[in-house]
Each structure stands twice: as C-alpha cells, then as structure tokens.
C-alpha cells in the first residue's frame, strides 16, 4: 500500500496571532493523507513499542501485547498510534532488518484491524520507514533529526507526514553529556531547536511534503539537561509561533523524573502538568503512553482554553 495522490498542500489554518482575553493562540492543526486532525482539542499519540527494553516497564511488547495495547490505545481515545522498533536509549544493538522485523508486521495488522487509527512510525531510518510505507503508514516520527537525510525523502515520495526534531546534534541512541548552547541563557538551547526544526520542516516541504503533514518537536531529554527541557517546555508559545502542528512528546521522560526525584514509574502526574501547559500554550500532538489520562487532561485544557464546549453543560440549567 502506497500514499497514493498527493494531499492538498495549502495550509489547515493561518499561523498564530496574538493572544485573546489572555489565551494563547490556538496551534496548528494537523493534516495527514488529507484527513485533519487537532482542529479544536489536541491529538493523542499513543506510544507501542514493539521493544524488549523500553526505559518503560509498560511499554515493553511482543506481537500480542502490541495488538492489545493498540486497541486498547484506540478504545481510550488515542488519534495516532505511534509504533517503534529500536529503544530511544543505550542498549543492544538492533540493526534495520531486525527493526523492520519488529514493527512493519505491526503496521500492517494495525491498519487491516483499526482502519480509523492512523499509524506513525517511530524510524530514524529511510529504509525502515519506507517498508512501512508500503504497508500503509501515515506519518515518520524521526526522533533523531535528520541523522539519515533520506528519511524525509521517503516521506515526501509517498505522502506521508513527518516529525522534524531536534537532538543538538547527538547520534541515534546516545544519551546527553555535558550539553552546552550557545547564547543568551537558557534562550540559547531555544534558538538552536527553532533553527533546527524549522531548517528540518522547510526542507520537508521543499522536497513536496504537505506543510500541514509537517510536525515540529522541541524533542525534550535528546540532547539537553533538565534546564534545558523545562525551559523548552515554558517557550512552547514560540514553536506554535512557527506556524506548524508541534508535537510534545513528554510522557514520564527524565526532566519531569528529576524535576519531582522520581522514577519512571511514577511520574504520570508530572506528565499530566507538563501536558496541561504545552496543551494551554498551543501544542497540538502529544506522545504518550497513558493514553486515557492523557486524552482527559488535553480535553479539559481544550474546554478552558475556550476550544472546545464541555460535554455535558446542565448544571444551574436544569
């Protein structure tokens, strides 16, 4: 299964403006193989991992557990189910063929089985996201930024969309060490991931992706300290700003661990605030591996935000 046509390339909405009675302006919507998504309340990304050794207990699948958490990730309100083969972290070296044998079944049993789910693929590799390409793939989340310059080339041949990212620079799987930008302050890691995630989805659109299939992702803990992504996290106004939908992949990562000295097992509340205030300040797509949880904080942020109406208003009414 290929893209087929070309979506429409125009934009979804007009890029943000000023904020109105003190909300922020609304992000950008998302649009992938013409289907939009994200117009009034943000989309969950639910995250599978067809993986042995996620840094998530959870998280960690064979090929049943992965069909499980899949409708189970449907049932709970997930728009996007996010599907990786190869740990962010350190660990066993896992090459492409090994990865393709993990994941690119999964999309196919994900699309014959949950044909309303639209289906990521969690790749740093052009080869592996052109495998799953041919099994129906909707979007390429390149969580390495660019490490392999094909990547986004494959997107652009079969109308996929596309998640660029930002890593300082760091190779797949290596982890942070030291990190320093240059600049004024905490401003200067800002800078950097503005310049390169838009360097990353003008080059994308360039090569004949849908501009509204272009996701940007400041990519917190890749490349960066604590500082780093919690600073991020407060300037998510700037990357909605940019004009393209911005994904927020925060669930339980290390700043919110460090942030309250817990593990990874306990950080859902931390995850939950950190998704409430990207939520309020614009970001439109969130990775994550509690999906219900997710899916009601981000609905209630949509109803504050004046996005959304409740779902039920009858109180002092009836």
Same mark, same amino acid.
């Given at each position: 299964?290929?893209?087929?046509?070309?979506?429409?390339?125009?934009?979804?909405?007009?890029?943000?403006?000023?904020?109105? &009675?003190?909300?922020?302006?609304? *992000?950008?919507?998302?649009?992938?193989?013409?289907?939009?998504?994200?117009?009034?309340?943000?989309?969950?990304?639910?995250?599978?991992?067809?993986?042995? &050794?996620?840094?998530?207990?959870?998280?960690?699948?064979?090929?049943?557990?992965? &069909?499980?958490?899949?409708? =189970?990730?449907?049932?709970?309100?997930?728009?996007?189910?996010?599907?990786?083969?190869?740990?962010? $972290? !350190?660990?066993?070296?896992?090459?492409?063929?090994?990865?393709?044998?993990?994941?690119?079944?999964?999309?196919?049993?994900?699309?014959?089985?949950?044909?309303?789910? +639209?289906?990521?693929?969690?790749?740093?590799?052009?080869?592996?996201? =052109?495998?799953?390409?041919?099994?129906?793939?909707?979007?390429?989340?390149?969580?390495?930024?660019?490490?392999?310059?094909?990547?986004?080339?494959?997107?652009?041949?079969?109308? +996929? $969309?596309?998640?660029?990212?930002?890593?300082?620079?760091?190779?797949? =799987?290596? &982890?942070?060490?030291?990190?320093?930008?240059?600049?004024? *302050?905490?401003?200067?890691?800002?800078?950097?991931?503005?310049?390169?995630?838009?360097? $990353?989805?003008?080059?994308?659109?360039?090569?004949?992706?849908?501009?509204?299939?272009?996701?940007?992702?400041?990519?917190?803990?890749?490349?960066?300290?604590?500082?780093?992504?919690?600073? +991020?996290?407060? !300037?998510?106004?700037?990357?909605?700003?940019?004009?393209?939908?911005?994904?927020?992949? +925060?669930?339980?990562?290390?700043?919110?661990?460090?942030?309250?000295?817990?593990?990874?097992?306990?950080?859902?509340?931390?995850?939950?605030?950190?998704?409430?205030?990207?939520?309020?300040?614009?970001?439109?797509?969130?990775?994550?591996?509690?999906?219900?949880?997710?899916?009601?904080?981000?609905?209630?942020?949509?109803?504050?935000?004046?996005?959304?109406?409740?779902?039920?208003?009858?109180?002092?009414?009836?």
């Amino acid at each position: 299964m290929t893209g087929g046509a070309a979506p429409p390339t125009g934009p979804v909405a007009p890029a943000p403006t000023a904020a109105v &009675d003190g909300v922020p302006p609304a *992000g950008a919507p998302l649009r992938l193989r013409g289907r939009v998504v994200g117009a009034d309340r943000p989309v969950v990304m639910a995250v599978v991992n067809r993986t042995p &050794d996620s840094f998530y207990a959870a998280a960690r699948h064979d090929d049943a557990s992965a &069909d499980a958490a899949v409708a =189970r990730a449907a049932e709970e309100g997930a728009g996007i189910v996010d599907l990786g083969g190869v740990r962010a $972290g !350190r660990g066993p070296h896992v090459d492409a063929a090994e990865e393709v044998a993990r994941v690119v079944p999964l999309v196919a049993r994900v699309r014959a089985r949950h044909p309303d789910l +639209l289906v990521s693929i969690d790749t740093w590799r052009a080869d592996v996201a =052109r495998a799953a390409a041919d099994e129906g793939v909707d979007l390429v989340n390149d969580t390495w930024a660019g490490h392999d310059p094909h990547l986004v080339e494959v997107a652009a041949e079969r109308g +996929l $969309g596309v998640v660029c990212s930002h890593t300082g620079g760091a190779r797949p =799987r290596t &982890d942070p060490f030291r990190v320093a930008y240059p600049g004024d *302050g905490l401003d200067g890691v800002l800078d950097d991931v503005l310049a390169t995630v838009t360097a $990353g989805a003008r080059r994308a659109v360039a090569l004949g992706v849908d501009p509204a299939s272009v996701l940007v992702d400041p990519t917190h803990d890749f490349g960066k300290n604590t500082w780093h992504s919690v600073h +991020l996290l407060r !300037r998510t106004a700037a990357l909605v700003a940019t004009g393209f939908p911005v994904l927020m992949a +925060l669930s339980r990562k290390d700043f919110v661990g460090e942030s309250l000295d817990l593990p990874v097992d306990d950080r859902l509340e931390g995850t939950l605030a950190a998704t409430s205030v990207a939520a309020w300040l614009g970001a439109r797509v969130f990775r994550a591996h509690d999906v219900a949880a997710t899916r009601r904080t981000v609905d209630m942020v949509a109803v504050l935000r004046g996005d959304a109406a409740p779902a039920r208003a009858v109180r002092g009414l009836a």
